[in-house]
């Protein structure tokens, strides 16, 4: 290995791993606790620093540059050695730390969470959601799936055709009374499913969504049970599966195609909590069909989460080199270089995202234990047909429906967002696979799309506020989460022009800025409506200004979990540095987010947005500028977790990233196998030798005579 450090210097090289210790030793607040706020609780910091731990010491698990260097092939072998050493850890860890353990890999090694992810997060999520108690036992446990042991589970739900819309699904489930069996079929290539993670070389069943038809009769998707390989992994007959190749990022997950040719599977093999086919064919529908798609949620919600680890593991990377670069004098003038993070356009460019992540971090946990609650309560209210608890039960999961959909969707984007922004403030290095960007960025974007486009999202949840909006102005009263609706007459119609946000120091209030939102959400949703009515109740005219409103219900739902954790929270030394990164989001990144909105609804007027843009957001990134390399410490990320030459925690960001470099690229290899080429281009012979000079002078005499 070639070091910096062993080559002769004749000035004194640049010294960033000083500026960052120099910073660090002035930190104001022990990042351990702060990583306690940002975690839940102290019992999950320390959870999650033992499976960082765990992770940095299994040769299996753990990941290095290499990773950035590996082809689609070499992935996908990797991936198979990780998922296998991961069923270990799976066999001893509790639901809840296995789930942690889950979450660290994925903004580490996002294929390696995939992969199994989609066996554990969907397969046996679709079982449990639409299956009996009896069926989920069967395959969870007596058929091994629970520890991916015996069978290995896909999820087939989108086609060819048709992803978003899981109503319109063309795979047929039809039930043949004679024989007691359904007979699944791919009716035409439209049908065949499609981005199925684990279907080319995984899976041995999948959780399929088929159209159940029974004596003639259409009931709409359903989920089967349908093997796909058998005891000896070979394919049962009537299925064909394939590779759908290379991707633009994860490609050590085998993603596949579907094709049944008329497939027999036992009646049983229907799950059937809720929809049921009794033997001589008659059908009970559920009390309500999006129950099927519950499965979908435990991702979605997990994207949330994600969202929050990967924009704390890209603005780490940004800031800790923003800190060690420097870069022109100031003003020009001669003299010492001045660090790149002290430009204002920088911290412009970064700390937004850094408040997101401190924001985002509180109702991410909040929105995971919800789905666990719910979960547990449907699971309760069937098993002990508990109708009242049933209701109320179906109730929480339409909201959660909403709430999971406004945030996956806008914190999809922003990390993705945030990914892009940390790379370019990175410079030319930010284009280098061994700083992480990159990989990262093609690993992440795929979340903007699967299990929900973000668009697509953005219209369902936007409805449903919609609605209740609507059920507000007819005079019917809501409660939770959407109790501030009740307040919608008092700031539309004649008071739709009343400012909310007067003052600069109305936007740093957080009670007051949350405020502004949730009128925000109102206002936009009575316009919308409005809109709706005059083309004949046609929602899918106002698409755009529903994803809009679940922007702000994003913003909404975010804010109100942190302002409350802040509040509650038991430490106060780091509640005021909380508190500032709350006041940041507030008038950094939501106003700015939704400027139009925020002044096309009359909630700021320009004057004081004005203000803020140009004087108070300068003044909050002098307050924050200090404590950086505090907040990203405090998300506790080891070097491994990070994974970037330029981001690591001792700041030699030029020694480490030309050892990384010559370690993945020997400088000793200084022919390239297609050197031949090159050389054969550089000693070829003139044009007049090449041509056997029967062009030249001499020979057009001999041929002209």
């Avoid at 039809?174 to 439209?190: K, L």
């Avoid at 460019?349 to 109702?363: I, K, N, T």
């Avoid at 120091?505 to 009128?519: G, P």
Wanted: charged residues 20%; glycine residues 8%; contains cysteine.
């Amino acid at each position: 290995m070639v070091s910096v450090t062993d080559t002769v210097n004749y000035t004194a090289p640049p010294d960033p791993a000083a500026l960052i210790g120099r910073e660090r030793a002035q930190n104001a607040w022990d990042p351990v606790k702060m990583n306690w706020f940002l975690e839940g609780s102290k019992k999950n910091s320390e959870t999650i620093a033992m499976i960082t731990e765990q992770l940095e010491r299994d040769p299996i698990m753990k990941v290095s540059a290499n990773s950035y260097d590996l082809t689609k092939d070499q992935q996908r072998e990797v991936t198979a050695l990780k998922i296998d050493r991961m069923t270990r850890y799976l066999e001893l860890d509790d639901e809840f730390t296995f789930d942690m353990r889950l979450s660290m890999i994925g903004i580490m090694d996002p294929q390696s969470l995939t992969r199994p992810g989609v066996h554990l997060k969907l397969y046996i999520p679709a079982i449990r959601g639409n299956g009996t108690a009896e069926q989920l036992k069967f395959w969870s446990q007596t058929m091994g799936a629970g520890k991916i042991a015996k069978t290995y589970g896909c999820f087939g739900m989108t086609e060819l055709a048709h992803g978003s819309n899981v109503p319109g699904l063309e795979t047929t489930a039809t039930f043949d009374e004679e024989t007691d069996e359904f007979v699944i079929n791919t009716p035409h290539i439209g049908a065949t499913k499609w981005w199925i993670g684990g279907a080319a070389h995984s899976a041995t069943h999948c959780a399929t969504y088929a159209r159940l038809i029974v004596k003639g009769q259409d009931y709409g998707v359903k989920v089967f049970v349908v093997p796909l390989r058998d005891q000896d992994f070979n394919l049962n007959p009537g299925v064909t599966v394939g590779d759908i190749g290379a991707k633009m990022g994860r490609d050590g997950i085998d993603n596949g195609w579907i094709q049944f040719s008329h497939v027999r599977i036992p009646r049983h093999f229907m799950l059937q909590k809720f929809c049921k086919v009794s033997r001589d064919g008659e059908v009970t529908l559920p009390p309500l069909e999006q129950l099927s798609y519950s499965a979908l949620l435990g991702g979605r919600v997990g994207m949330i989460v994600d969202s929050y680890r990967m924009i704390a593991r890209m603005t780490t990377i940004a800031l800790r080199y923003a800190i060690g670069r420097r870069q022109f004098p100031k003003n020009g003038k001669s003299g010492e270089e001045m660090q790149i993070i002290d430009y204002p356009l920088h911290q412009r460019r970064l700390f937004p995202y850094l408040s997101v992540a401190y924001v985002a971090s509180a109702g991410g946990m909040k929105i995971a234990m919800t789905l666990y609650s719910i979960m547990n309560d449907l699971d309760k209210a069937v098993a002990e047909t508990d109708m009242a608890l049933l209701g109320t039960t179906i109730d929480r999961l339409k909201q959660l429906f909403v709430d999971s959909a406004a945030c996956k969707s806008n914190l999809t984007w922003t990390a993705a967002a945030a990914i892009d922004e940390c790379r370019q403030a990175c410079g030319g290095h930010g284009y280098s696979s061994y700083n992480g960007f990159g990989k990262a960025y093609n690993d992440w974007v795929v979340q903007c799309t699967w299990e929900g486009d973000n668009n697509m999202l953005g219209t369902v949840a936007g409805k449903s506020i919609l609605k209740n909006v609507a059920r507000v102005l007819n005079g019917k009263k809501l409660d939770g989460v959407n109790a501030f609706l009740n307040d919608t007459a008092q700031f539309t119609g004649d008071n739709r022009k009343k400012t909310i946000l007067n003052s600069a120091d109305d936007v740093l209030n957080a009670e007051t800025f949350l405020r502004a939102v949730e009128v925000g959400i109102m206002r936009a949703s009575v316009a919308a409506l409005e809109q709706a009515k005059e083309n004949g109740d046609d929602y899918n005219s106002i698409g755009a200004e529903l994803v809009l409103i679940t922007r702000l219900w994003n913003h909404y739902y975010l804010l109100d979990e942190f302002i409350k954790r802040v509040n509650s929270h038991d430490d106060k030394s780091v509640v005021p540095f909380l508190q500032l990164q709350g006041k940041y989001y507030s008038a950094g990144f939501a106003l700015q987010q939704c400027s139009a909105l925020f002044l096309s609804l009359s909630l700021i007027s320009p004057e004081v947005y004005a203000d803020v843009t140009t004087k108070v957001l300068p003044r909050l990134s002098k307050e924050i500028r200090p404590h950086i390399v505090a907040y990203t410490d405090s998300f506790q990320l080891s070097d491994m977790i990070v994974n970037s030459a330029i981001g690591k925690y001792n700041g030699n960001i030029y020694e480490n990233y030309f050892d990384i470099v010559n370690q993945q690229n020997p400088p000793i290899q200084t022919k390239a196998p297609y050197s031949g080429a090159l050389e054969a281009m550089l000693a070829r012979d003139t044009l007049e030798k090449r041509d056997r000079y029967e062009k030249s002078a001499e020979a057009a005499k001999v041929l002209s005579s």
